[in-house]
């Protein structure tokens, strides 16, 4: 084995492990943002925004990531240029940048699994805890902030920390539409190096590393909030 | 507004799920400080009665009324709603509601489930409503509990617990709804002995319940419902000594044994 090349690649691949990271945080954030509705009203209603939502996460989970990647990539990518006067504009350098569209790709996944996840988790807190919140009198908005959310957080949190660590290891996808983590740093040494194995051997260490990274956040996070068990 | 004797009062309230009736022409008034009891068999709607009150069900016709102030009511889908969901979510901080199942809130410490309506609902600041907390926790003998989950307590902890819940709002009505059905035998006395020092503090209270010894004796009035309607009602010592209905003679014998 040689490893020569390693020193000199160093840098490159925290650079890597920044941008992996922050694909992961971005698409985890917005996507759970999404989810939350998604996964609501589908248990609340009204029908057509259930219908749409119950639409949305079957699209999404029946169609491979790789080419929900690329169809917003070169598909949505390819639209942009034609508006009028958007090369002038602020948002050019950011539309042209890879980057954006691989989080929108990946938060539109995380939102179609996790938005699954939730209905199930809103359902299944306990009617009676959200009659006894509104029973106190809590607005309809308290009652999801302060009882239904977490309460639904709380029963699937492990389920959740497990679709993040999925997640991160569909992150080396965006390589494909040239945004540079970790693979796609591991690729670029392979090509420059012409060694086969070690690059690889390496990106995989990193990423076992980045689990177990996620896994001890992830624990931490659950017994901060000092859940029961129940 | 007008100034009213009775605390909570129901005027004509039926209830209909699809075109089933459960309750049909109830009205009950209680005055200020009466411990009403509502006894009946199973199905006769007594829960149906008392989640009306506070819109948990919502009723098919009928007003209700706190102090003399009628709740705002519209048709809806299900029955009539809420007209002003302000009033609404007033009328229920009020109404003190305790189930048969606790419904504690399980990710909040048994401190949190009794400051949580006061501080969130009432608006009232962490450190008033904390001390009142504590005392109202080591009222109902729950001292030693404060940072207990709910998953970690009895059945008869937890009771006392959401009954101390409800008493943080300082609510005008306690509605209970067979708080000790789902308790073992050795937990049923202890949540008792809590909701008779309320009954003897002077709180209107309406509760439901098949502890018909305890009815007798910390009630001032007692109803029995059948299928819906008030079959009869009067003091304890009238309707279980001398009751005028054969069905509720029939009722209070069975239960009495
Ligand atoms: N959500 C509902 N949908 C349809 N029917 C209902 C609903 N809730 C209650 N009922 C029916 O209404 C009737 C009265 O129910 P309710 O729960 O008020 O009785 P109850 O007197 O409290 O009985 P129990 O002593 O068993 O608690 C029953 O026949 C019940 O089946
Ligand atoms: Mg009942």
Same mark, same amino acid.
């Given at each position: ?49 259930? &219908? /749409?939502? !119950? %639409?949305?996460?079957? $699209? ?8 929900? +990647?690329? =169809? ?61 919140a509104?029973?106190i009198g809590m607005?309809?908005?308290q009652?999801?902030?302060r009882? &239904? /959310?977490? !309460? %639904?957080?709380?029963? $699937? ?8 660590? +999925?997640? =991160? ?62 | ?88 979510e007033r009328?229920r901080s009020k109404?003190g ?11 909040m410490?048994?401190l949190q489930n009794v400051m949580e309506g006061p501080v969130r609902v009432l608006k009232r600041t962490k450190a008033d409503v904390h001390k009142e907390a504590v005392a109202l926790l ?26 101390a819940r409800a008493l943080a709002m300082q609510p ?86």
């Amino acid at each position: 084995m040689v490893w020569d090349w390693l020193p000199e690649y160093a840098p490159r691949f925290v650079e890597g492990i920044s941008i992996t990271l922050q694909l992961l945080g971005l698409s985890i954030f917005f996507g759970m943002m999404l989810a939350i509705p998604i996964g609501l009203v589908q248990v609340t209603g009204p029908w057509p925004l259930a &219908w /749409l939502a !119950r %639409a949305f996460c079957t $699209v999404i989970r029946g169609t491979p990531l790789l080419i929900q +990647l690329w =169809l917003i990539y070169y598909g949505l990518g390819s639209l942009f240029p034609f508006i009028p006067g958007i090369r002038e504009s602020m948002f050019w350098p950011i539309l042209r940048d890879a980057f954006p569209y691989a989080v929108f790709a990946f938060t539109l996944s995380v939102a179609g699994y996790e938005g699954e996840i939730m209905r199930g988790a809103f359902k299944g807190v306990p009617k009676g805890e959200l009659e006894a919140a509104r029973a106190i009198g809590m607005t309809p908005f308290q009652v999801l902030r302060r009882v &239904w /959310l977490p !309460r %639904a957080l709380q029963n $699937v949190f492990p389920t959740l920390a497990g679709e993040f660590i +999925l997640t =991160l290891k569909a992150t080396p996808l965006a390589a494909t539409i040239t945004v540079f983590e970790v693979y796609g740093i591991g690729t670029i040494v392979r090509q420059e190096t012409y060694r086969i194995y070690e690059p690889l051997l390496f990106v995989a260490a990193i990423y076992v590393f980045l689990t177990i990274c996620l896994v001890v956040f992830f624990r931490f996070l659950e017994n901060r909030r000092a859940l029961p068990r129940i | 507004m007008t100034t009213s004797s009775y605390a909570i009062e129901l005027r004509q309230l039926r209830k209909s799920f699809g075109s089933v009736e459960v309750l049909k022409d109830v009205s009950l008034a209680a005055r200020k400080g009466e411990v009403i009891s509502l006894i009946g068999s199973s199905g006769s709607g007594k829960s149906t009665l008392l989640r009306c009150i506070n819109l948990l069900e919502n009723p098919t016709a009928g007003e209700i009324l706190l102090n003399g102030e009628t709740l705002l009511l519209r048709k809806g889908k299900s029955g009539l709603e809420a007209a002003n969901r302000r009033q609404a979510e007033r009328f229920r901080s009020k109404l003190g509601m305790v189930f048969q199942s606790f419904n504690l809130w399980q990710h909040m410490t048994v401190l949190q489930n009794v400051m949580e309506g006061p501080v969130r609902v009432l608006k009232r600041t962490k450190a008033d409503v904390h001390k009142e907390a504590v005392a109202l926790l080591e009222r109902v003998g729950l001292g030693e509990k404060l940072y207990a989950y709910p998953s970690q307590m009895s059945g008869g902890q937890q009771q006392r617990a959401a009954i101390a819940r409800a008493l943080a709002m300082q609510p005008d009505v306690m509605l209970f709804d067979e708080p000790t059905s789902a308790l073992d035998p050795e937990l049923v006395g202890e949540v008792l002995q809590v909701i008779r020092a309320l009954a003897d503090e002077g709180r209107t209270m309406l509760l439901v319940t098949h502890e018909m010894r305890f009815a007798r004796e910390v009630s001032d009035r007692v109803i029995y419902l059948h299928n819906g309607q008030i079959e009869e009602e009067g003091t304890p010592d009238q309707l279980f000594g001398n009751p005028k209905s054969d069905r509720c003679r029939t009722f209070v014998s069975s239960i009495h044994s």
